[in-house]
């Protein structure tokens, strides 16, 4: 069943520490369209390290972005992330996925660091055609205290939230529908935010690792005032490129380095493996994305084939969906939310 019901709708909420977004997906045809697009920036410090320092403020631009796009928040699909979750690839012996079910909080306390009493638990299994005595299966463990909080800020929004999903996944989503080709081999899907990028490395299309790294486009803003004497304003207008500065492109390359060493990192252990396999390319999405050169700076960095993941690549909008919002500009910012609203619940 459509997520508003007979109008089969699903709406996709992304609570950023730089924006909120909102895709609108409608399911009633024979593929996904967009029927809708919204976002809204928020003011500064209003969510730290994804802490919501200012609730009335996020929930205040939440109910704005819903009147403005003509719905009203019900079932709406939501995400969390950050260090309160944890995705890992674990064995288990073989089982139907029922009995898995049964089971997984017992696996779930080998391997996961918390109290196995104050988290909410999923999982997936990724070879469920194996004919193996074992399967791997993904794990994913999320503190209730942070789906808790999440549920709450929605509410206060009046937004009633349909389901709570983990935001590397629902990029994993959108990313695998707009661009088939790269579920083949092994690659980097790094999403560069306001304050957090995240690495999902992929292998014919299967997690093997997500890991965040410190990093986001914030930091390039800050070093453009520290460093050039630019205003708060002066320095969004050369992120978002608006505006030229001769030597951008070596703050741009260092920002590049620390998102490639955070690469390098997540990506060692293919170095252990004995078929040799390496990553083979990366595809960036995310306001950093958007930095002018950093595509080609990172894909310098790493000697890789660096492109933009485009949210839009197969999956069409509908005539007047994008509103005032610039979706050739945005786009690489609307990943997240348009994987949140590709799922129906």
């Not at 064995?91 to 660091?113: K, T």
């Amino acid at each position: 069943m459509g997520l508003f019901g007979r109008n089969k709708q699903s709406a996709g909420l992304d609570i950023g520490s730089g924006f909120v977004k909102v895709v609108v997906v409608d399911h009633s045809g024979d593929q996904p369209e967009v029927s809708a697009v919204a976002m809204r920036p928020l003011v500064a410090d209003a969510i730290v390290e994804g802490e919501v320092m200012d609730p009335g403020l996020v929930a205040d631009t939440i109910r704005e972005l819903f009147r403005e796009i003509g719905l009203k928040g019900k079932n709406v699909i939501a995400a969390v992330g950050g260090h309160d979750v944890i995705i890992k690839k674990i064995e288990m012996d073989r089982m139907n996925e029922s009995d898995a079910r049964e089971v997984i909080r017992w696996e779930a306390e080998q391997h996961v660091p918390f109290d196995i009493k104050s988290v909410e638990l999923d999982f997936q299994i990724l070879d469920p055609l194996g004919e193996g005595l074992q399967m791997q299966v993904l794990l994913v463990a999320a503190k209730r205290e942070l789906v808790d909080h999440k549920v709450s800020l929605l509410l206060d929004a009046g937004v009633s939230p349909g389901a709570i999903e983990v935001d590397a996944f629902a990029l994993h989503n959108a990313f695998s529908y707009n661009h088939p080709e790269a579920m083949k081999g092994i690659v980097a899907l790094v999403n560069i935010g306001h304050e957090t990028t995240n690495v999902n490395i992929l292998e014919d299309g299967n997690p093997l690792l997500t890991r965040d790294i410190p990093f986001g486009s914030r930091r390039v803003r800050q070093d453009l005032q520290r460093e050039k004497g630019l205003t708060a304003e002066q320095a969004e207008d050369v992120v978002q490129g608006r505006e030229q500065l001769d030597d951008l492109a070596t703050l741009v390359a260092s920002a590049a380095d620390e998102v490639g060493v955070g690469i390098e990192r997540a990506s060692a252990f293919l170095m252990t493996r004995q078929d040799g396999g390496g990553l083979g390319s990366i595809y960036l999405s995310g306001g950093g994305a958007r930095i002018p050169g950093m595509a080609d700076a990172l894909g310098n960095r790493m000697n890789l084939n660096t492109v933009l993941a485009n949210p839009f690549e197969q999956v069409p909008v509908q005539p007047g969906a994008s509103g005032s919002v610039n979706l050739e500009e945005a786009a690489p910012m609307l990943l997240l939310p348009l994987g949140l609203a590709l799922r129906v619940v």
